[in-house]
């Protein structure tokens, strides 16, 4: 399981937001992951799942995101650069 | 006989040796405490019939006695929690227009400073002969007792439960849980609660003894006395059945034997039904659906697999309906009951017996059943979450996240929110010395509840803010987020 071979990774911001990917969408393959690739060319990646990965970045970086700023995240990279702006 | 002062007196008749309550290694036969229950009607000869005396008194004999005695009296009993804040008190004191409160010399103090023009006085000093009585109400002569229930906006209201409605509700009680006189019933629960106090009525209706505890936080204790006294039927909340295997390896040596447990309500969880299912040999697990309002609504016996969320079916006498806008009961909606166990209205609240309307008592509670007629459940009418239309019943999230062993107890609730509506907040008390993150307790629900469910802010909190029987009151915990 990915959950498992990312936890021997170092505890990068990078690997951090990817993990958290992968556990909000569990079903997701690894192939199918891209830094930049944009919300609606997930599957799965509707508004509650948003939900779902601002709630876990939250937690995992100790950040607080504002609705305003969470409309404007569209990809794991934009997650990635509001993370490191604001940790 | 048409009082349940007369079904106590049977048993003074026909058992008059034999133990009626054991309490802190005190005992009373039926006839002994017969006798003080008339010692202690005389001091009330002067009360006009009909007049309200309240009971601020721990679980005792003293308690017990004063009870039956005010009832011997034809007088009103309203009963006060122990736990309760001062000005509870005071509030439920001027409401019920009580003359007198019994009380204890421990509860004393708590008494001070609480100003409803009521006389306070304790088990040991009473002699209300000397007191000036005089009663102005005008109630039906069938008021037994009054229990408030603080109701979810936290504003009491005074259940005035009949004679007729006890009687009715213990004969179910007895007849369905088969409680006769060879009973020795373990009762850890406060006899000022629907629940203790059924309790009570049915082992002096059928002239067993009581095993009587002030209260349920020493689980070791309610064990050792299942033991000491070869008990055969325990009653306890759903909370204590499980602290009971939680921590205590070898409960099933004392609880084994027992022929019943009885508990109610509130949130059972599978796990702990299916424990006590293999523990008992040839005991039974059974639960119930009431209000103080609608006591015993429904009764499950948890017999055999199945059915394990369920909290059963009416008993002949009593009809639940659920009301919903789809006209099918197996959907979700509020639970109507009626029957001889619902009380006629509440004590001097004409706002709150709108509830009542032609002897349906609206719930507020909201539940469905299944093709077989089992009632289920659904948590409160008042705090549906509604995010972007969906609906979430928080019983639902919260049953989630208690399977976690990390995690002791958990209460969801909808916040406001501009996007969605609402959306959830869940406050999580942990486990004794758990590690657990919330990343963990919202991947998990990520990986178990559909996505609208999934909380959108965990807090963690020590307890829980209770009333005053130890129930959450969740409209706290809303008010904190509003």
């Not at chain 2, 009103?76 to 009380?103: D, M, R, Y």
């Not at chain 2, 204890?104 to 306070?120: A, P």
């Not at chain 2, 939680?246 to 059972?268: A, F, G, M, P, W």
């Not at chain 2, 059943?369 to 009418?381: C, I, N, W």
């Amino acid at each position: 399981m990915y959950y498992q071979k990312t936890e021997k990774l170092l505890d990068s911001a990078e690997n951090n937001i990817k993990k958290i990917f992968f556990q909000v969408f569990p079903d997701l393959d690894e192939s199918q992951f891209n830094w930049t690739k944009k919300q609606n060319e997930y599957e799965n990646w509707d508004s509650f799942s948003h939900l779902h990965l601002i709630t876990m970045i939250e937690e995992n970086f100790k950040i607080t995101i504002t609705d305003d700023d969470a409309i404007n995240l569209h990809s794991a990279k934009d997650l990635l650069d509001f993370v490191e702006r604001n940790r | 006989m048409n009082k349940i002062i007369d079904y106590f007196r049977r048993n003074v008749e026909n058992y008059p040796d034999k133990n009626a309550i054991i309490f802190g290694g005190q005992s009373i036969t039926y006839r002994k405490l017969g006798e003080l229950v008339d010692s202690f009607s005389e001091n009330l000869i002067n009360l006009k019939k009909g007049s309200t005396i309240s009971i601020f008194h721990e679980n005792s004999i003293d308690f017990v006695i004063s009870y039956l005695g005010i009832l011997n009296s034809g007088m009103i009993t309203h009963l006060i929690p122990i736990n309760l804040s001062k000005e509870k008190i005071q509030e439920q004191l001027e409401i019920a227009n009580s003359k007198f409160v019994i009380t204890s010399n421990s509860l004393l103090d708590r008494m001070e400073n609480i100003k409803s023009g009521c006389k306070i006085i304790t088990f040991q000093e009473l002699d209300i002969q000397d007191c000036e009585l005089s009663s102005s109400y005008d109630v039906e002569d069938d008021v037994a007792y009054l229990i408030f229930t603080s109701g979810t906006t936290g504003k009491p209201k005074g259940a005035s439960v009949t004679q007729s409605n006890t009687i009715f509700t213990t004969e179910n009680i007895i007849n369905i849980l088969n409680y006769n006189n060879a009973d020795v019933n373990v009762l850890p629960l406060p006899l000022t609660h629907s629940f203790g106090l059924g309790c009570l009525h049915s082992s002096l209706f059928v002239g067993s003894t009581l095993i009587l505890l002030e209260n349920a936080t020493n689980t070791k204790k309610i064990l050792e006395h299942i033991k000491n006294y070869n008990a055969t039927t325990l009653a306890s909340v759903p909370l204590t059945l499980t602290k009971i295997l939680k921590e205590h390896e070898n409960c099933s040596d004392y609880l084994q034997d027992l022929r019943l447990v009885i508990t109610n309500s509130t949130s059972i969880p599978k796990k702990t039904v299916m424990c006590y299912r293999d523990i008992l040999k040839t005991g039974i697990l059974a639960t119930y659906y009431g209000l103080t309002e609608a006591s015993r609504s429904t009764f499950m016996i948890f017999a055999k697999p199945g059915k394990e969320t369920s909290v059963g079916k009416p008993p002949e006498g009593i009809v639940i309906k659920i009301e919903n806008k789809v006209l099918d009961e197996r959907k979700v909606g509020e639970i109507l009951i009626k029957g001889k166990n619902v009380i006629k209205n509440y004590w001097n609240n004409s706002e709150a017996d709108k509830n009542i309307v032609d002897g349906w008592l609206r719930t507020g509670d909201l539940g469905h059943k299944d093709a077989e007629g089992y009632l289920y459940l659904d948590g409160r009418m008042d705090y549906v979450i509604n995010i972007v239309g969906e609906k979430v019943v928080p019983e639902e999230v919260e049953e989630v996240v208690r399977v976690l062993i990390d995690v002791e107890d958990v209460v969801a609730v909808g916040t406001k929110n501009e996007m969605y509506g609402e959306i959830i907040k869940m406050f999580v008390k942990k486990s004794p010395n758990s590690k657990i993150t919330k990343s963990d307790i919202l991947s998990h629900c990520i990986k178990n509840l559909e996505s609208f469910k999934v909380p959108r802010e965990i807090e963690f909190v020590d307890d829980f803010p209770r009333n005053e029987f130890g129930k959450i009151e969740r409209y706290r915990l809303s008010e904190k987020n509003e």
